[in-house]
Nanobody, 118 residues
Framework: QVQLVESGGGLVQAGGSLRLSCAASGILFRIYDMGWYRQVPGTQREPVATIISGGNTNYTDSVKGRFTVSRDNSKNMVYLQMNSLKPEDTAVYYC????????????WGQGTQVTVSS
């Protein structure tokens, strides 16, 4: 059974930092592309940062220079370091594991709330 469990969300003032963690189990973690997405109620879930199996990273423009995604294949963990947080970063953040080889394997965590106060 595949599980992605996020942690590290919370309430922080603007300009502050949070580190999100995602613990993966039930998958061969090192061959999966991992990502962080976020969703505000009433809007579509949007990608924030991705780190592919080879280690390359990609960020949505609004978080470039502020957020850093990383992974530890020895621990089956992926992280999102969020600095200089803004109120518009407030959302539920979801961990994603994705692999497309002939078929798509796509898994989501339950989400963790991040609230940034002004």
């Amino acid at each position: 059974q595949v599980q992605l469990v996020e942690s590290g969300g919370g309430l922080v003032q603007a300009g502050g930092s949070l580190r999100l963690s995602c613990a993966a189990s039930g998958i061969l973690f090192r061959i999966y592309d991992m990502g962080w997405y976020r969703q505000v109620p009433g809007t579509q879930r949007e990608p924030v940062a991705t780190i592919i199996s080879g280690g390359n990273t990609n960020y949505t423009d609004s978080v470039k220079g502020r957020f850093t995604v990383s992974r530890d294949n020895s621990k089956n963990m992926v992280y999102l370091q969020m600095n200089s947080l803004k109120p518009e970063d407030t959302a539920v953040y979801y961990c994603n594991a994705r692999r497309l080889v002939n078929i798509l394997n796509n898994y989501w965590g339950q989400g963790t709330q991040v609230t940034v106060s002004s």
